[in-house]
């Protein structure tokens, strides 16, 4: 065990399953430990780093904000957030702009916000419809919508109605919504932690026809999905549809902690000072960096790029998927969001995980037998041969 590892284990609570891993400095899309070995990084921190690492322009505007101040509060204007939430209304609904520091806190304005809609609209509606397995976050009132029983049962429930549905299943969707008159439906366009589980078209359309017809509000949970990363600037996008509140935080902070929600032209109005708020967000230099990556992204066209290069890996490894049918049963997924789901036990699926991170690849696993990829948009096409030849390397291997 290194000195890390034993200093790790007596002073943090082990909320995570670590990898015996120090990262020493990160460039690109490679990582590098503290005893010099290179990974290629397709888990960008959890969805964060979408432009990979140390991008020339997100330094830059740390740099710049960095050498102005840190942190002014609240109490002033703030323009770089306000540009930023200026543009992030341009990507997606006429509305406004709540800055929060995660995305768990982003479900909690969400919460409060969809609760105060209710209020003053005076039908008695009530609670949330949300998708089983779905994440939304670990506070209080983000666990109670997050529905992995290993995530909320041992934590007490705060009094807001939830009700689950099974995902991608229509009319399950239509008669729970009419027998209880919530008040919002609640979905991740693609089931991230609940194993890269996209939500059809189809699907998010009869949401939004019924949110119009039963007169609540269809609540788009982007936190892992948007900034880019499906190859859309939001993933709801490829359906079609307008939302009417939009969750967002991981990639849009170029590394820095941000979230927030969009409030659509329904409940823009509804928060008043006093009603909500939060001493840190949104940070001067999270926000500065929030335009540099859309900058990169909107600008410079890297989301065409990693939705193009995404394309080119998806095909890599649907091939896979063909050539090994008793190892992979699909891949799911959009852009640079992809879940291979093996035919594996979990203890096979850990085992290929730790030699992958040996021979040089991070990649994550969720709901124990999906691997699920989250390459930056940066992945270039010779990075994805190098992946997906090696995966298959193992996969023979081990067959
Ligand atoms: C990560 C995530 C959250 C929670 O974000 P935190 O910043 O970890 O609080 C909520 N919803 C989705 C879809 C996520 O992927």
Redesign the pocket.
């Known amino acids: 065990m290194s000195d890390w590892q034993a200093r790790d284990r007596q002073y943090l609570l082990p909320t995570y399953k670590r990898l015996p891993i120090a990262i020493a400095e990160a460039r690109g899309n490679r990582l590098i430990d503290t005893e010099g070995k290179s990974y290629l990084d397709l888990f960008t921190g ?2 964060v780093n979408i432009l990979g690492h140390s991008h020339p322009k997100v330094i830059k505007a740390l740099h710049e904000q960095g050498e102005k101040f840190l942190h002014i509060s609240n109490v002033f204007l703030n323009p770089p957030a306000i540009r930023l939430a200026e543009r992030l209304i341009e990507q997606s609904i006429p509305g406004k702009v709540f800055f929060s ?7 909690e304005a969400a919460v409060k916000l969809v609760h105060k809609w209710a209020q003053a609209d005076g039908q008695g509606r009530r609670g949330f419809v949300v998708m089983k397995n ?6 209080l009132g ?1 666990v109670r919508l ?1 529905r992995q029983p290993g995530v909320y049962q041992d934590f007490p429930q705060p009094d807001v109605p939830v009700y689950e549905v099974e995902p991608n299943n229509r009319e399950e969707l239509r008669r729970i919504v009419t027998e209880n008159r919530p008040a919002a439906i609640l979905a ?1 366009p693609i ?3 609940g194993g890269i589980l996209p939500l059809y078209e189809e699907y998010l359309q009869e949401m939004e026809q019924l949110a119009r017809r039963e007169d609540l509000l269809l609540c788009m ?5 948007g900034v880019g990363r499906t190859g859309k600037f939001f993933a709801y996008q490829h359906a079609g549809i307008q939302p009417d509140v939009i ?1 967002f ?2 990639g849009i902070g170029g590394g820095l ?1 941000l ?1 927030g929600i969009i409030a659509g032209e329904k409940t823009a109005h509804l928060f008043q000072p006093g009603d909500h708020g939060t001493t840190f967000a949104p940070s001067p230099l999270s926000a500065a960096l929030g335009n540099a990556v859309l900058d990169v992204l909107l600008e410079d066209g890297m989301m065409e790029q990693g939705r193009n290069h995404a394309q080119y890996l998806l095909g890599l490894l649907s091939d896979l998927a063909k050539t090994h049918p008793q190892s992979i049963e699909g891949v799911h997924g959009k852009g640079m969001m992809i879940g291979i789901r093996t035919r594996k036990s979990p203890e096979e699926v850990s085992r290929l995980q730790q030699q992958l991170l040996q021979d040089g690849f991070l990649v994550n696993i969720a709901q124990q037998t999906v691997i699920r990829l989250l390459p930056p948009l940066t992945l270039t096409p010779e990075e994805s041969d190098q992946f997906v030849d090696h995966l298959e390397y193992l996969i023979t291997q081990q067959a």
């Open positions: 959890l969805a520091n995660s995305g768990a806190e982003a479900t779905s994440f939304h976050g670990r506070t983000a997050t991740e089931l991230g932690s949970d982007e936190i892992q999905t969750l935080a991981k902690p979230g």
